[in-house]
Structures are given as structure tokens and as C-alpha cells.
């Protein structure tokens, strides 16, 4: 099988203040295929942010193994790990964080400026065409307490995609939305999902369960079959 992510007996152990060992992930074997939409889903400490980080290379996993496009992960520097999250994975974060400085198009367009893969005018014309795309190009010059929960949801999107990423992961993308918003957010990572992305969120909403092309149940860092 050809997996775009791969996770084989991964492990995540953290160290508490009392230098205690807390296992937040156990064993956790998973593969993730192109143009498929996951849901993770478990209670509340169940390792859901935690999966989710080390996907996206934020965290590390303390045991295990784990494959993007079918090469083995080695053991990475921050900076390296940085570079594989800014060309391969776009993060949306459920409380945002968009730049509270920048308009919604700078917010869109910071990740194009960092990664110095295309000129600056090319950046410009990739920011509108993605803030066209989730419906909010009339909010380009707003900043992001001057639009509402799921518009700053969709420029969070957005900017994920700024650099064309294989992987999304959203971490309760829709913790914070009312339905209306909540769906237009699901739909529109459903239809990145089915051209061809690679879309995983964590979410305590059911409604996800009829997006999801498979639902994966974590319960005290272990993987339900
Ligand atoms: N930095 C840390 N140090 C020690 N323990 C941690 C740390 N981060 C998370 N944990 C523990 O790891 C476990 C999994 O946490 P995680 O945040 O992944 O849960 P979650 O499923 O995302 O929960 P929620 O639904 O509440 O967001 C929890 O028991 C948590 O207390
Ligand atoms: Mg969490």
C-alpha cells in the first residue's frame, strides 16, 4: 500500500514536573493514504493533540517509526523538522492563531514569505486565489478580529495551504463554530480531501463520522481496532 504517512508502533512518552513518566501514546500503527479524509476521535486525554503534533512533525515521538512517502524518518534537528512541516504538512490550529498584526492576506501570505520558494508577486496572486477559493477575498485587508469565528477558521485554512502541502491536519478545527460554520469548514476540508490531500483531523464532533473515509478511536493513548 501507498501511504503518504505512515506510523508503525509509535510511541510518546512525556516527563512530567515530578519527573514522572506520563505514556500519552502506545503502539500506535497507522497508515494514511492520498486523498482520503480521516477523523481521529476519544475522550479527553486520550493522546488525540498529541498523535496530531507528532504527524505533523511539531512533536517528538519517543519510540517507533514513521514514514512520509514511504521514507523512513530518521531522527531530525527542530530546524529539519521545521523544514518537512513548512513543504509537507499544513496545520490548522482550533483557536486559529492568525497574526492579530497582519490583514487577513498577510496572514495567507507569511508562510509563501518564510518558505522563499516563489517570488513575491507570484505570492500575492497564490493568496488571492486561495482566500477566492474558501469564499473571503472580500476580507483580504480586514484584520482578524474584524471577521467572525469560521471566516478566521477559513484564512487559518487558507494559509495551511499556502504552500501546497500533501498533509493536512486540523487539531478541532470546529471546536469554536456554530453548525453553519462548523459544516462550511468540514466541507471545504472534505473537498481538499477528495482532490487529492491527505486531510486528518481530530474532533470530539460527530458530524465528522459521515465525512470521514475512516474514523480512528483512541482511548488512553492506544488505538482501537
Ligand atoms: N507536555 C506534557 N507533559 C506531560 N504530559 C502531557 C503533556 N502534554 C500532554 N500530556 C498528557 O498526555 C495525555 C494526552 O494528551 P493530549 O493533549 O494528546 O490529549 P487529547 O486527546 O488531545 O485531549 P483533549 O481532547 O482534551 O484535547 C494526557 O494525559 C496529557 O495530560
Ligand atoms: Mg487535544
Known amino acids: 500500500m501507498n501511504y503518504v504517512l505512515e506510523m508503525k508502533n509509535v510511541e510518546k512518552k512525556y516527563v512530567d514536573a515530578y519527573k514522572k513518566e506520563v505514556p500519552a501514546i502506545k503502539n500506535f500503527t497507522a497508515g494514511f ?12 486525554g486520550a493522546g488525540k493533540s498529541t498523535i496530531l503534533s507528532i504527524m505533523g512533525f511539531m512533536e517528538k515521538k519517543t519510540g517507533g517509526d514513521m514514514y512520509l512517502d514511504g521514507q523512513k524518518i530518521n531522527l531530525m534537528t527542530q530546524r529539519e523538522m521545521s523544514a518537512v512541516r513548512r513543504e509537507k504538512i499544513g496545520f490548522v490550529f ?19 514569505k518564510i ?9 500575492k496572486n497564490r ?8 469564499g473571503i477575498e472580500k476580507y483580504a485587508d480586514r484584520f482578524p478580529d474584524e471577521i ?36 462550511i469548514v468540514l466541507d471545504t476540508l472534505k473537498r481538499l480531501s477528495e482532490e487529492g490531500k491527505t486531510v486528518i483531523i481530530v474532533s470530539h464532533s460527530r458530524n465528522v463520522i459521515k465525512y470521514a473515509d475512516k474514523v480512528l478511536n ?4 492506544v488505538l482501537e481496532e
Open 148 to 183: 467572525s469565528g469560521g471566516e478566521q477558521q477559513r484564512v487559518c485554512i487558507a494559509r495551511a495551504l499556502a504552500n501546497n502541502p500533501q498533509i493536512i491536519l486540523a487539531d478541532e478545527p470546529t471546536g469554536n463554530l456554530d453548525e453553519d460554520n462548523e459544516k
Open 127 to 134: 493568496a488571492v486565489e486561495l482566500l477566492k477559493y474558501f
Open 33 to 44: 493514504e492520498k486523498g482520503k479524509f480521516y477523523a481521529v476521535m476519544g475522550p479527553s
Open 218 to 221: 483512541i482511548r488512553e493513548g
Open 94 to 112: 482550533q483557536h486559529y492563531f492568525l497574526n492579530p498584526k497582519l490583514t487577513v492576506m498577510d496572514n495567507v501570505i507569511l508562510p509563501m
Open 115 to 123: 518558505n522563499k520558494k516563489i517570488s513575491r508577486k507570484e505570492y
